[in-house]
């Protein structure tokens, strides 16, 4: 029991930091693509893909989960045929339905193109359906692993899969620019990443399938279990039933982000060229608005992170039925979340052009960035307030909330994007989250009783954030005039001062909240793995209250 235990939370462990690492290279690959394919380039992939990633997670979310799920229950009775039977029969399925999807995308793409609002996204929508054809398969197979709580095949796919598909997008979307293919199809090479990172995960996946089964009795298997035949022919349509029971309601919670993007995908250029705008300037004016993206994932990266550090703890302490250390722990994960997600805000709203310069090489959109900075801590407080949730056995809840913030981020859309412009886009995605949000952490102080204190919890980390922002805004102006001189490369000029800027914020922001008393002693001993540390260096510097 011991070691299957250990099995478990290291096999955790692994798809947790695989996960982080694939978050984090999704994260940074727009920023260089940009750099290649200019904003019409990058609106062309930020268009097409959230599409393909609703039929995607619509064919295979929750698979793996239920698949796991009644694979690890037949090994559990000895039934390793009928283990392999559903495997088998969850293939197929997946198979066909990849199959159905592609044809639907490929053949469907001029008139997804035309409903758009341009008909040149065309190939780039038949480029990404080949994907379908692939990654469904995939998943039964990731499934079937899990259920062996092995979970080293599905970590290393995740993680090759990933790297071949940023690599596929550079690669071909600087090909196409060089050789005047033009940028739509630059943006058909980036999305037929999906393809052949799948391609490379799939070959990842078989040879561990060749190594592993040869030897199957002795890795999957318990010692001294007896195989049993009575449960290995168990009727098709039950076990499809089962399949599906357990997979529909993951599909649907997983299907609600990326609906934000198709919201976007097939309003925002509409909109535009209502309001007079060529075809071409809305897809510009589009990717000028999809520049925040990676600096908001980016930041949501370090909060899914803390996110699987403590909502685990959360899941623990529920199923022991401890309340106060379930209060205890939602409200230092809620804390902890928002010193992230608030400084985060502020502090990119603050240097929003040097960072568009450093990034995107001009300082168009600035202040559309500078919006879309407040999502940072929307969403942060999202995904970590949506882990406490499913970590309490509200599973639902999370999902209504983001469906609620997609229906007002779709009304707002068509209000504010005819008033403001591209801002609008911007403002609408805020509040969308926003309304989330909120209505997840009204949840969970239902759920937890949690008492959430308004010194702590808001007057604190606020006044900490401020105090950053002032020093981030007077270091940013400083620097531009002082060496400005000396570094007439604007790029360089701009990254030396976000650098040094966010460098005093940061230590700024970090002394203020101990300082303040926004975190203390208590704080960091309920901190998984760091806070033993942060105690000892807080202690030297004699600024941590108790």
Known sequence: MHSKGQSFIKGAAILGIAALISKLLGAVYRIPYQNITGD???????????????????????????????????????????????????????????????????????????????????????????????????????????????????????????????????????WFIKNDYGVYYAGAGAVFGAFSGAIFAFAVLLLFWKKTNRMTDEIFLSHGQVEIQQFSQQPVVGIIKKILYYSIPIALGSLILPLFGVVDSFSVSNLLQALGFEKNQSEYWFGIYTRGQPLVQFTAFFATSLSLALVPSISEASARKNHQLIQERTDLALRLTLLIGLPASVGLAVIAEPANILLYENNVGTKTLAILAFTSMFSTLGITSSGILQGIGQVILPARNLFIGVIIKLVLNLILIRTFGIDGAALATVSAYAVATFLNLIAVNQYTGIKIGFLNFFVKPTIATLMMGAIVWIAKEFLELAISPFIPKERLLMAVVSIVSVSLGIIVFAFSLFIFGAITKKDLINTPKVGKKLITFTERLRILKD
Do not use: C, W
């Not at 893909?49 to 037949?74: C, D, H, N, W």
């Not at 559903?86 to 793409?109: E, N």
């Not at 080949?130 to 469904?136: E, K, Q, S, T």
């Not at 899990?146 to 598909?165: F, K, L, W």
């Open 40 to 174: 019409v380039g990058l609106a062309v992939y930020n268009k097409v893909y959230p599409i393909y990633s609703m039929l995607l997670i619509i064919a295979t979310a929750g698979f793996p989960i239920a698949i796991s799920k009644m694979v690890s229950e037949r090994l559990a009775l000895g039934d390793k045929r009928g283990a392999k039977r559903i495997f088998r029969i969850s293939a197929y399925i997946l198979s066909m339905t990849g199959i159905l999807f592609f044809i639907i995308l490929y053949f469907g793409s001029d008139l997804l193109a035309v409903l758009m609002g341009n008909q040149q996204l065309s190939i780039a929508i038949k480029s990404v359906s080949f994907a379908l054809l692939i990654v469904p398969l995939m998943a039964a197979i990731r499934g079937y692993y899990q259920g062996h709580q092995y979970m080293v095949p599905t970590a290393y796919s995740q993680i090759v899969e990933q790297i071949v598909r940023v690599i596929t997008i550079l690669v071909l979307s600087y």
